[in-house]
């Protein structure tokens, strides 16, 4: 009986704790948007021409997230019927936003005017692929 209690303990512990972090992790993404939304990001085509620039330099956001223990116990749960998981949509939600907030923070402390050709990736992470890694890469010019 101790153990069944430890559990659902740990599993609303679990629960509370990644709902208070992923909520304070979407205020920080909300307020720094806010403070990069002035720098464009564009994707050109193979063919298209790329504006003229003074300088050019890579700049690359990496992010590595994981789930929190609430969301992996569902997400083994939801394995069992198949169908949307949910539960790691928010994740990769999170993570795709924070890479690309890291390489624009980049980009606008080197003085970029704007970021072009920007690419996405994304990787499972971790011994139970419970973790994401995104990485977003653009040409800063200025």
């Known amino acids: 009986m101790d153990d069944v209690a430890i559990f659902l303990s740990l ?9 208070y972090f992923e909520k304070k992790h979407y205020q920080s993404l909300k307020e720094r948007e806010r403070q990069t939304h002035h720098l464009p990001m564009v994707t050109f085509g193979a063919k298209q021409t790329i504006p003229e620039a003074r300088e050019a ?15 992996t116990f569902a997400s083994s749960l939801k394995n069992l019927f198949g169908g949307r998981m949910v539960l790691y949509e928010g ?10 907030l890291r ?16 690419r996405m990736e994304t990787s ?3 011994t139970n692929k419970n973790g994401i890694e995104v990485i977003v890469y653009g040409t800063g010019i200025r």
Do not use: H, P
């Open 11 to 19: 599993l609303a512990l679990g629960y509370f704790c990644g709902l």
């Open 57 to 71: 330099a890579l700049f690359i956001g990496s992010v590595v997230i994981a789930a929190d223990y609430f969301k």
């Open 91 to 100: 994740l990769l939600e999170r993570g795709r936003r924070e890479a690309v």
């Open 103 to 118: 390489m624009k923070e980049q980009a606008i402390a080197w003085g970029a005017t704007q970021v072009v050709n920007v």
């Open 124 to 126: 499972n992470i971790g």
